[in-house]
């Protein structure tokens, strides 16, 4: 059967790279909306209503316009603002949590798509929590750090535009000084921290690829654990995900090993003691890394993916996949 799919909002990025993905399917039809009626209330109410399956590509306030519109119960939405990831009767749309997670998504029709820091975060943090192994007021720190995609097309303009010494390309920027980032509440509400994270991303200049670092005191956490048993338990949770991939566990021995062979693992993940960002560009994976000092009681949690993948259209198409009863996996 064909499903009647619209994107509201197909011009921003993330809307352009979902009609790129959705063009890969041939049991689904998207609606379009003629250029000079895409403000015409009665004709988007028409075809959000019409619709089997609508993603919202929109700034927040757009995003709940466009929800207030939808009267058919039928009607399925995937909103990829940050308007509905904390919102009640919203389902968060990170299936790997956990097999409630999943099932949630596969009944829900209401989806929030979550945000590309979050979802790197999450999938860091959530196992440690659920497990009890870190505490849920645990001082946690993160850094993020971004290609200058994931500020939309005004920042892609800003860091492309033809300039000389233009100011936005010199060097890495870390933003939201004031540490109350957007995607903050949503970090902490899925990830089960009660208190909020120090978290200070930063943009530089590359087109994508994201990876959070955050760091962990071992002696902190309710069990003592030493490195390679933070991986082992970040491992088992994610065993049967097909989109999370734990990297083999990295301590001093396999830096100095990458240092000498140039390359390790074998996908290229860390050359010359440092590890590659982009590396899960263009897929919709995110790859987990658990690097330890257990003489020092130390680790770092680094989690990879592509802000404008797996961060972003990947997962909203992982998650209508879902939603429509197809493989999980059909195109990505």
């Known amino acids: 059967m064909i499903k009647k799919i619209f994107v509201d909002g197909s011009s921003g ?20 909306i003629d250029y000079d009626k895409r ?3 009665g004709e988007r109410r028409k075809i959000l209503n019409e619709a089997d399956l609508v993603f919202l590509c929109l700034p927040d306030d757009a995003a709940k316009e466009s ?14 603002s940050t308007a509905h990831r904390t ?14 997670h999943k099932e949630a998504i596969i009944s829900s029709k209401r989806v929030s798509n979550p945000g590309c820091h979050a979802t790197a975060f999450a999938l860091s943090l959530y ?22 995609s994931g500020g939309g097309k005004s920042l892609i303009e800003k860091y492309e535009m033809s300039v000389e010494n233009n100011p936005y390309t010199k060097a890495p920027r870390p933003y939201s000084l004031g540490l109350n980032h957007k995607h903050l509440n949503e970090m902490m509400m899925h990830s089960g921290l009660s208190q909020a994270p120090v978290f200070l991303p930063i943009v530089a200049d590359y087109y994508k690829g994201l990876a959070t670092i955050i760091p962990i005191h071992t002696r902190l956490l309710n069990k003592k654990l030493e490195g390679r048993e933070l991986h082992g338990l ?38 010359d003691g440092g ?23 130390i680790a770092t949690i ?25 493989d999980e996996k059909l195109n990505l």
């Open 127 to 148: 196992p440690l929590i659920h497990h009890k192994v870190m505490a849920a007021d645990y001082p946690v720190s993160c850094q993020s750090i971004t290609g200058y």
């Open 87 to 100: 919102a009640s009767g919203w389902t968060y749309g990170l299936s790997e949590l956990s097999p409630a």
């Open 302 to 326: 680094i989690t990879r993916l592509d802000n404008l993948g797996k961060g972003a259209s990947g997962a909203a198409i992982q998650n209508m996949n879902l939603m429509l009863g197809y």
């Open 234 to 271: 970040l491992k088992e949770h994610y065993k049967n995900q097909h989109f999370v991939k734990l990297i083999p566990y990295i301590d001093e021995l396999a830096l100095k090993d990458s240092m000498v062979n140039s390359i390790i693992p074998s996908e290229g993940s860390i050359f």
């Open 275 to 297: 590890l590659d960002i982009t590396a899960c560009n263009n897929s919709n994976m995110a790859n987990i890394f658990v690097i330890g000092n257990d003489e020092k009681g």
């Open 39 to 41: 403000r015409d209330i």
């Open 67 to 80: 929800v207030a519109l939808v009267t058919n119960p039928d009607t399925k939405i995937i909103d990829a």
């Open 13 to 32: 990025t993330t809307g352009l790279e979902i009609n790129e993905r959705l063009s890969r399917y041939d049991n689904i039809e998207v609606m379009k």
